[in-house]
């Protein structure tokens, strides 16, 4: 009787675990390692305008993800400021959220606008970017994207 007790406590334990670091999963593009971005700097981005992949030297953790950079000043930047250096929809393709789906983007592909970055899948089949910028309308998808957002990081898809 005793073991059982002590079997449902671990598997309690072990489940509030478990939810508690799968939801950071869900909100946010990394790989089990918790690394963001495929380990490209948010500094970069936004600072620079360039896609630089960071260097694990140079690395800081904000809400149990990992952020690389490619200098200590960018790491120090990142960490005076985290949360104006977080990609937009957790580093999932900005056109995806805006179509309502999650989809890993390229690192090279981005746009900044208005002080944030938006990243977008590319492949031999899709340019998310080229999607973006067609409709001639970032306010109107950002809105859209936003509200589809809301909802779409709490699932993991």
Not at 15 to 21: D, G, L, N, Q, S
Not at 80 to 96: D, I, R, T, V
Not at 149 to 155: E, I, P
């Amino acid at each position: 009787m005793k073991s059982i007790k002590n079997i449902s406590t671990l598997l309690v334990v072990l489940f509030i675990t478990t939810a508690t670091f799968a939801q950071d999963k869900k909100a946010n593009n990394i790989d089990n390692s918790n690394i963001a971005l495929q380990g490209y700097s948010p500094v970069s981005y936004l600072d620079l305008g360039i896609a630089q992949r960071g260097v694990k030297e140079f690395k800081s953790e904000h809400d149990k993800v990992v952020y690389y950079f490619t200098s200590k000043e960018q790491k120090a930047k990142f960490d005076q400021n985290p949360n104006k250096y977080l990609p937009q929809y957790g580093g999932y393709c900005a056109f995806g959220v805006y179509a309502g789906a999650k989809f890993r983007p390229d690192p090279n592909k981005f746009i900044v606008k208005d002080g944030k970055y938006f990243l977008y899948l590319y492949n031999l089949e899709l340019d998310a970017q080229q999607l973006w910028l067609a409709e001639k309308n970032h306010s109107k998808l950002v809105s859209v994207a936003n509200n589809n957002w809301d909802k779409l990081k709490k699932t993991y898809n």
